[in-house]
């Protein structure tokens, strides 16, 4: 049995805000920020909202699969900036799409959220418990970004990318492949963890505050130790897609697109040079998208099939990896 991606779906706010939009603000530059990121722009939340966001997302996608709301089993949604603790994105998502017969939960891997979504998807549908689902990852960033840290704040930007996934009932595939039985679908997942390293990227949670322990803590915004994270990525990110192409019974060679966590064109860049790979096969949409966390991919994904870059029998592989620190890449041919 194998698991399909029917259709996609992507939706970012409505302001775009460039590099020296930012220098007008703070002590930075286009030239500075561009250069150490490949970061160009991002779009930025003012009366959108996570959920907002999500839903139009869920609605593109569920229209590029030519499926009703009322079809879906199963919605997941991976963020760590959901605009409520209760009730969480996924039911809300689900009340506003009316899918009426879908269980709905959310899931937080930050910028690895999508894929662990995604595999989690894959696990319910393979084991016969669901048919069809709706996988998002949706993030409205802004709102825990310290705007007077320059080195963390000109990195992130707000969206929501999701993906329909469904059995596929074809037994004949038409895509031809080394060492994959010719079959069309999700081929393999790798995940992976490391709580002990999990300080360099954190942003705190509400402290605790009761009659018995008053805390006056601030809010808390997200801190970063920038050069842990390039090195755990430019390591970290190579060996997980060799492992995902080798479970997959392919070579390297083989992936038609890498479709990374688009946090730095620094590590992009990286990577494929560790794989040996031409830069052709990396598609980007930092320069307008920046880091939306577990947005990035299914964004990125909705933007190359839009754009007729993917079609049937293509090779790619979907990697991402950030706080936690959590890592994940999957095989799959469209």
């Not at 590099?19 to 959108?48: F, P, Y």
């Amino acid at each position: 049995m194998k698991i399909k991606i029917k259709g996609t779906g992507s939706a970012v706010p409505k302001l775009r805000v460039t590099n020296d939009d930012l220098s007008k603000l703070m002590d930075t530059s286009d030239e500075w920020i561009r250069s150490r990121t490949g970061i160009g722009a991002r779009h930025l939340a003012v009366e959108e909202t996570t959920t907002g966001l999500a839903v139009a997302a869920a609605k593109e996608a569920l229209k590029d699969a030519e499926m009703t709301a009322e079809e879906l089993d199963l919605i997941i949604a991976a963020t760590v900036t959901a605009d409520k603790f209760l009730p969480n994105l996924s039911c809300e998502v689900q009340s506003a799409l009316g899918a009426k017969n879908a269980v709905a939960f959310d899931l937080n891997a930050a910028c690895s959220g999508f894929l662990f979504a995604l595999n989690t998807v894959q696990m319910y549908l393979e084991n016969g418990v669901y048919k069809k689902a709706l996988v998002i990852g949706a993030e409205t960033l802004s709102k825990i970004m310290d705007w007077n840290d320059r080195s963390t704040c000109v990195l992130f930007g707000d969206g929501a990318g999701a993906a329909v996934v469904e059995v596929d009932s074809e037994t004949n595939c038409k895509a031809k492949q080394p060492g994959a039985a010719n079959k069309s679908g999700i081929l393999s997942m790798v995940q992976g963890s490391d709580g002990a390293r999990g300080e360099v990227l954190r942003c705190d949670n509400r402290p605790v505050n009761n009659p018995f322990a008053v805390n006056d803590t601030k809010l808390s915004y997200v801190s970063m130790n920038g050069q842990e994270v390039y090195k755990f990525a430019v390591k970290t990110v190579p060996k997980v897609i060799e492992e995902a192409v080798k479970k997959a019974g392919l070579e390297v060679e083989d992936i038609d697109l890498f479709v990374l966590h688009q946090a730095n064109l620094r590590i992009i860049e990286s990577v494929a040079k560790r794989l040996h790979q031409p830069m052709e096969k990396f598609p980007t949409n930092l320069e307008e998208c920046g880091n939306i966390s577990a947005a990035s991919v299914p964004i990125l994904l909705d933007n190359i099939n839009k754009h007729g870059m993917i079609c049937e029998g293509k090779k790619i592989v979907l990697a991402g990896f950030g706080a936690g620190l959590t890592w994940g890449a999957t095989v799959l041919v469209w």
